[in-house]
């Protein structure tokens, strides 16, 4: 086998062009200006603000568009003030919006009534003053994530569970907004709170059927109450709608009877003022009234005179007083054959 020895000696290498002294002077210089003009220039949003701050000090605020600093020299911060800003606890939610995340070590909390739930809730925000936010609190972002986990657990622990599962939600939701604010007020981090949403509280897994047990009873146990309260507030009030009924309809009673009965006195007390005074006129009186109020209530009449001997005459008084009544008795009807003596006067 043949061994080949190179040498690499006489091997030529290709010779590079050389530039002009001119030219790498422009070249840099030209490398040197899209530097500064790359430093120099920053944009801002249309919801930004930029916090200039030259050698690490805060020395102005730059409005949105296209704007200018020393290169080098001065930093920009971008703060977006105009933007409505939002932090989750309990949970975190992928940039699709399709999964979510649970983050149990945030939203286990312990109640006032020794229990555990399970809290997850968004906070919504804004950021008031860029400067306070930037440079009054180190790490303004962590800080307002511990602040608000201290609040929300301050505030459930001064409830019970059924509270803050069920009827209290709303409760804690404006409780937790106001002592967050008066939190961030006190630090002065330059934030606005602007709503704090509840997403999802419940207790935790292991318990939540025995808890779905419990709910189920005191829901029966609801509806059998609003059933025996509206059967209440029907019979109830009708009982005593009679009975307040029956009351007045006794007193009107009482009253209609002494009334009547001092009327009757009254007017046996003048009879006999009368009869005191005319005894046979006032005995005559009597006679009559009588007479008129009982022999309506007669069916048939007769008419007696009591000198009549043999037959006695008959006079149809009723049929009489019906036929004139009507208009069709064209003449006085016949009496019966007479006896001796005549018949006088009579009654209806």
Do not use: C
């Not at 709303?170 to 002065?188: K, N, P, R, T, W």
């Amino acid at each position: 086998m043949k061994e080949y020895v190179i040498d690499f000696s006489r091997v030529r290498r290709p010779s590079l062009p050389r530039l002009s002294t001119k030219t790498a002077m422009r070249a840099a210089a030209l490398v040197v200006v899209v530097g500064l003009a790359w430093s120099a220039l920053y944009q801002v949003g249309p919801d930004e603000i930029g916090a200039v701050q030259r050698f690490g000090r805060y020395v102005r605020a730059s409005q949105s568009g296209l704007r200018l600093k020393l290169p080098f020299v001065e930093t920009v911060t971008k703060v977006p003030v105009q933007r409505q800003l939002r932090q989750e606890f309990g949970f975190r939610t992928a940039t699709d919006r399709k999964q979510i995340q649970r983050v149990l070590d945030e939203s286990t909390m312990l109640t006032g009534d020794l229990n555990v739930a399970v809290v997850e809730w968004i906070v919504q925000y804004r950021i008031a003053d860029p400067y306070r936010f930037l440079f009054r609190v180190a790490n303004g972002d962590m800080v307002f994530r511990d602040l608000t986990a201290a609040v929300m657990e301050s505030v459930v622990g001064d409830r019970t569970l059924t509270e803050v599962v069920t009827v209290g939600r709303q409760g804690i939701e404006s409780a937790v907004q106001q002592a967050l604010q008066q939190a961030v007020d006190h630090y002065d981090m330059g934030l606005r709170i602007d709503q704090v949403v509840l997403q999802d509280v419940n207790p935790p897994d292991p318990v939540k059927p025995s808890w779905d047990e419990v709910n189920q009873a005191q829901q029966q146990r609801d509806r059998l109450i609003n059933e025996a309260r509206a059967q209440y507030n029907t019979v109830v009030p009708k009982a005593r709608g009679e009975a307040a009924q029956a009351v007045l309809a006794a007193d009107g009673y009482a009253i209609d009877r002494v009334n009547r009965a001092e009327g009757d006195a009254s007017r046996f007390s003048q009879a006999d003022e009368a009869y005191q005074k005319a005894p046979d006129v006032t005995r005559r009186r009597l006679q009559l009234e009588t007479l008129g109020r009982v022999l309506p209530r007669v069916g048939g009449k007769v008419v007696l005179d009591k000198d009549a001997k043999g037959v006695l005459p008959l006079l149809p008084l009723d049929r009489l007083t019906a036929g004139v009544a009507a208009g069709t008795a064209s003449s006085p009807p016949k009496p019966a054959t007479p006896a001796s003596g005549s018949s006088n006067g009579g009654s209806r």
